[in-house]
């Protein structure tokens, strides 16, 4: 079988429920591939050297050096990069086992998972090649033979166009290398933020949300519309 790894970065937010509801994925992908797991979270991985702040805005431009980082201790070639605080519907865990297998069978280098909160919150696995626009960068799966090397990266991060950005949205896009293949895949996969007295539903995690946005309305009234029937 084909060695995976899936490594946690960032902070260590809400690990519990997280935890419980990535067991889930973990089962279904240990089906078909011998899964290795990290966990570089804080304060695991040593930041001693990292040449962003620790309040830097956004915190994107200091994830991005902490999956450089990892990158440097995984030696599996095929890799998923994940939060602690992301949740995971059946769907959703099934839109990533796709994007993982397209990865393998070389139809694309990198694959940026997560709902879309403005336009695409509807869509089960909409998939649209990596461009000009933003993309959802909760989880990311790539071949790494083909993740842009990290001086540049860096150099791009802390001196070029993309050093006044502080978006996940756009700066993640830092590790693809423009020739190469990557798409950016919007899906039922949210983050969680907030504590739950018990296992919360899909519908719970994804209008808490949701709702952490602002001009997300429309959003808010389709979660609404389907809360009777859930989210799968």
């Known amino acids: 079988m084909i060695d995976i790894a899936l490594f946690y970065i960032g902070q ?19 089906k078909n591939f011998n899964v290795v797991v990290y966990n570089f979270t804080q304060p695991i991985l040593d930041r001693a050297k990292c040449p962003f702040p620790e309040n830097d805005t956004g915190a994107a431009r200091i994830q991005i050096w902490d999956f450089y980082e990892s990158l440097k201790i995984i030696s599996e070639r095929y890799v998923i990069k994940i939060r602690t605080d992301v949740w995971l519907t059946d769907s959703g865990i099934e839109v990533l086992i796709e994007e993982l297998n397209d ?6 280098r990198i694959s940026y998972l997560g709902m879309e909160t403005k336009n695409y919150y509807k869509e ?8 000009k ?3 959802v960068e909760y989880i990311v799966i790539a071949d ?3 993740i ?3 001086e540049n990266s860096m150099y791009e991060l802390q001196n070029g166009k993309l050093s006044r950005l502080r978006s996940g949205n756009s700066t993640w896009k830092v590790i693809r290398n423009s020739h190469d293949i990557a798409f950016t895949t919007f899906c039922q996969i949210y983050l969680i933020r907030k504590d739950y007295d018990t296992i919360p539903s899909n519908w719970d995690v994804a209008f808490d949300f949701v709702k952490s946005y602002t001009d997300v309305d429309s959003a808010l009234n389709w979660l609404n519309s389907i809360k009777h029937i859930g989210i799968h």
């Open 12 to 30: 260590s937010r809400y690990a519990d429920i997280g935890r419980s509801n990535h067991e889930k994925l973990l089962e279904k992908l240990r």
């Open 124 to 131: 089960i696995k909409l998939k649209l090649p990596v461009g």
């Open 133 to 135: 626009g933003k993309i």
């Open 103 to 108: 990865i393998i069978a070389g139809k694309q």
């Open 144 to 146: 790494k033979n083909y």
């Open 148 to 150: 842009k090397n990290d």
